[in-house]
């Protein structure tokens, strides 16, 4: 595997403006590393901001969709789509938000065979039908979502994200966005005391 993180470079966190460095600097001391999307996008400031505050605005909230299942979304999406670099992390944060190690490896691989209780079937469901063939996305699709018990600010937090996320796995796929390494263990084992 490449060293690099990017095809189209990468910053250091001491080289990001101030407000960028210390926003990303705290994510980096809870997680322990700097995540390389934020390293990756940071030759362009503006965005990486713009970026940083919708993708906050989106996964954390606190109504509606529960934090484990805005993760769901994001990797049921990103294996649409076909992100490796969103799959590994998200993967990883959807696994220890939801104290499971194999919900994220089995909707990433097969959604649609995933053993998912009704609620997850239905946002599952709902996120890849406007991922996959959003054309043909309609009422029929909001119809099941709120037949299976999500409301209305479930519905838009699930497009919302489906959405989201569906621009940020092209631009993991314009980079080539190599996955930290430490993404790929995290959630994996229980915690030792």
């Known amino acids: 595997m490449s060293d690099e993180i990017s095809r189209f470079g990468s910053v250091q966190l001491a080289d990001l ?3 960028l460095r210390e926003r990303i600097g705290a994510i980096a001391e809870k997680s322990g590393f700097v995540p390389n999307v934020f390293l ?3 030759h362009r400031p503006d965005e990486l901001r713009a970026f940083c505050d919708y993708h906050d605005a ?3 909230r606190d109504s509606g969709l529960t934090k484990a299942e805005r993760e769901l979304v994001v990797v049921a999406t990103s294996a649409a789509n076909h992100c490796t670099y969103c799959i590994v992390a998200h ?3 959807l696994r220890v938000r939801a104290k499971d190690s194999q919900l994220a490896d089995l909707v ?3 959604p649609w065979g995933a053993q ?3 609620r997850r079937r239905a946002i599952v469901d709902l996120a890849l039908a406007l991922a996959q063939d959003p054309a043909l996305f309609g009422e029929q699709d909001l119809t099941a979502a709120r037949e299976a018990g999500l409301s209305e600010d479930e519905i838009w937090d699930i497009g919302a994200i489906t959405a989201f996320f569906a621009m ?3 631009l993991a796929h314009l980079m080539a966005l190599r996955p930290n390494e430490e993404f790929f263990l995290l959630g994996r084992m229980p915690k030792r005391r």
């Open 17 to 19: 403006p101030e407000d």
């Open 40 to 42: 990756a996008l940071g």
């Open 58 to 60: 989106l996964m954390q």
């Open 91 to 93: 993967g990883a944060i």
């Open 108 to 110: 990433a691989t097969n």
């Open 116 to 118: 998912l209780d009704e």
């Open 168 to 170: 940020s796995n092209r």
